[in-house]
Nanobody, 116 residues
Framework: QVQLVESGGGLVQAGGSLRLSCSAS????????MGWYRQAPGKQREVVAL???????DYADSVKGRFTISRDNAKFTVNLQMNSLEADDTAVYYC??????????WGQGTQVTVSS
């Protein structure tokens, strides 16, 4: 079972920045998409950003221009740089990794709280 370990969450004022990181607990091969979801209290989990091995990215409309996703294929890590944070960005953020013929791997979640 692959484990993903997240770090970088916390409390920040509106307009501030945070950087989330996610790394695999062991060496992985053939990772496809990696990315981040988030879940705010009382809301469904929603995709925030994802990145493919060739570097192609996709973002939720609500974070375009503010968040940047990156990955290091050699280190099996994915990062999310979050700038100009807003109160609506408050949520638990989960990273994920997809591999062929394997269930999606998830991180345990990291809390991001933006105070207005």
């Amino acid at each position: 079972q692959v484990q993903l370990v997240e770090s970088g969450g916390g409390l920040v004022q509106a307009g501030g920045s945070l950087r989330l990181s996610c790394s695999a607990s062991r060496i992985l091969t053939s990772i496809n998409a990696m990315g981040w979801y988030r879940q705010a209290p009382g809301k469904q989990r929603e995709v925030v950003a994802l990145i493919f091995p060739n570097g192609i990215t996709d973002y939720a409309d609500s974070v375009k221009g503010r968040f940047t996703i990156s990955r290091d294929n050699a280190k099996f890590t994915v990062n999310l740089q979050m700038n100009s944070l807003e109160a609506d960005d408050t949520a638990v953020y989960y990273c994920f990794a997809d591999r062929p013929l394997s269930p999606r791997a998830w991180g345990q979640g990291t809390q991001v709280t933006v105070s207005s």
